[in-house]
């Protein structure tokens, strides 16, 4: 009992410390190249011909709009129609004005062929900062290639905390009552809403996934689920039907579990690649093995090790650490990353699918 209540301190002190700390200031600082960080070849240069043509085709950036896609309301517990939730959906243009929309609007909106990159926030994220990080990140994304078509996604899960008891979820955390260990267990739970979300989207546009912290665990969950995985009891029939390429922020996932034999060992056989943006000294990591005793390194600090690698073996080519530390320093929250426009910037190839 001592040694729970002492975890239970120090991942209380985590959340407190997470939302106390800023990360310096470093805007317009250099990023490591991260075309030749991988040893790509240079793109194709784009032109207008044979082109798909974008959403607001003819109009400029500022014109368009993005989409919040919600499942706060829904239930949060595996059941036997935990998948059966329907969303609720919000029209934003980019001045993050929002308007309540429908279902069929969404997929009127949605152009088969175009881009889409779905964004998947972390937790302590209130329904109330939902639109704000929501433009930004839209504002973020096409500044970085303006001239190329992208259809950019907001999904939102019910993340709010502090302390707040869910007594049949609470029971199988590792520390009892504790919102992070409980919005850890809701997080990999709505990897369910993000492949949902998924199937609703024409075969015909490829998909850039991007999760930040326990948004990263609602990523790998869904995942792990198309790529023949099992999740609260359901298991699809067919895998991904998409091409899908990964970005993962302050990912609040054990290090290795993408590896084979691990929680999320199915992961990569539903994404092309996966890239995970690393920040060693980011805060709200540093405590993450506190959570529970014999907790690993969470991802989005450590990186994939050599040992991971190795473990991946042939498909350690899907997987790419990105490290981010010198500009991010301490940061956590995904405002201290949006911030950088040249981060978007460096990630033109995956969020756009240039090619």
Known sequence: MT??????????AAVMLLAAVASPVAVGQDLPNLRQMLQLPEPIPHTDAGAVSSPGSGTSISDEEHWIVSARHCQQRCHDCAHECSFEYVRSDWNGCATASSSEDF???????????????GSFVTADTVA????????WLRHAAPELPLQVVFLTWPSEGLLTLDPAIAVS???PGIDVAILGRRAEFNGIRLVKLIQSISPESPI??????????IVASGLNLMGGGELCGLKLCEGPSHRIRTILFGAAIDHDWLCPGQRYEKALNATECLLNVRVRKDWALMVYPLR?????RALGSSGFTEEDLERFGHRACQVANYDLSEMIGYG???PEFYQHQSIANELVDWVYFRD
């Open 3 to 12: 040694r729970r209540i002492v975890y239970a301190f120090l991942s209380l």
């Open 107 to 121: 997929h009127r909106w949605l152009q088969p062929g175009v881009p889409v990159c779905i964004m998947v926030h």
């Open 132 to 139: 704000e990080d929501s433009k930004n990140t839209f504002r």
């Open 173 to 175: 955390s590792a520390v």
């Open 208 to 217: 850039c996934l991007i999760g930040h912290s326990h948004g990263a665990r």
């Open 292 to 296: 529970k005793p014999f907790s690993r």
């Open 332 to 334: 956590h929250i995904w």
